[in-house]
């Protein structure tokens, strides 16, 4: 069965510091992959989404960036962190088939807090 | 902007009643997703409905779509206070992109024992 890990669980980082966010997925090939934001009590906002290694689409413009280095694994990263970007971090998977009706399964999400 | 909008954004009920939440969204969609979330965890998917599909069940889930009106409801029938989460509606839209969804804000729902 499949699976995705997201770590770590929570991150109190100071403003100005590096960020580095990695979600995993086993047991599955070529999925598509997925990092979304959540405000306090909001729905989600997709931030990056891939399709393929190396492939990253940004969906806002943001002091964010994303990368694929391997086909399972999606990294969120930040060379400077602001106030802003304090937030609930969700990476997500869905199968790679190009068939639309595909749900997305989600890690259990990281807690960035900026100081 | 957001694609789909949940309505009521907050709901409170007594156990073993029945709760609907209605999603509205706004533009052409390939099928229509409803995600359940505890606090302060990831989102799990409850059920996908097809925009040629107009009714679907999973056990106490009940899911309707009128695309005449962009429109959901998500009935979970019986709730217990297990079923307490926040509740997102996302829609995958037809035409360019198949791979995106776009989620509502969500309805807090509480059931109370």
């Given at each position: 069965s499949q699976t995705i890990h997201q770590w770590p669980a929570t991150l109190v980082q100071p403003v100005g510091s590096p960020l580095s966010l990695e979600c995993t997925v086993e047991g599955t090939s070529n999925p598509n992959l997925y990092w979304y934001r959540q405000a306090a009590g909001r729905g989600l906002q997709l931030l990056f989404y891939s399709v393929g290694i190396g492939q990253i689409s940004s969906e806002v413009p943001q002091n964010l960036s994303a990368s694929r280095p391997q086909d399972r694994q999606f990294i969120l990263s930040s060379k400077k962190l602001l106030l802003s970007d304090s937030g609930f971090y969700l990476c997500a998977w869905r199968s790679g088939?190009?068939?639309?009706n595909q749900p997305q399964h989600f890690g259990d999400g990281t807690r960035l807090s900026i100081l | 902007s957001q694609q789909g909008e949940e309505d009521p954004q907050a709901l409170s009920i007594q156990e073993g009643e029945n709760a609907t939440m209605n999603c509205s969204y706004k533009t052409s969609i390939n099928n229509l997703q409803w995600y359940r979330q505890n606090s302060g965890r990831g989102l799990v998917h409850l059920i996908l409905i097809r925009s040629n599909e107009r009714e679907k069940h999973s056990g106490r889930l009940r899911v309707t779509l009128d695309t005449s009106k962009k429109s959901s409801s998500l009935l979970i029938t019986a709730?217990?206070?297990?079923?307490?989460a926040s509740y997102f509606c996302a829609t995958g839209n037809?035409?360019?992109?198949?791979?995106k969804l776009t989620f509502g804000k969500g309805t807090l729902l509480t059931v109370n024992p």
């Open positions: 088939d190009r068939n639309s | 709730s217990r206070a297990a079923d307490t037809s035409g360019g992109s198949n791979y």
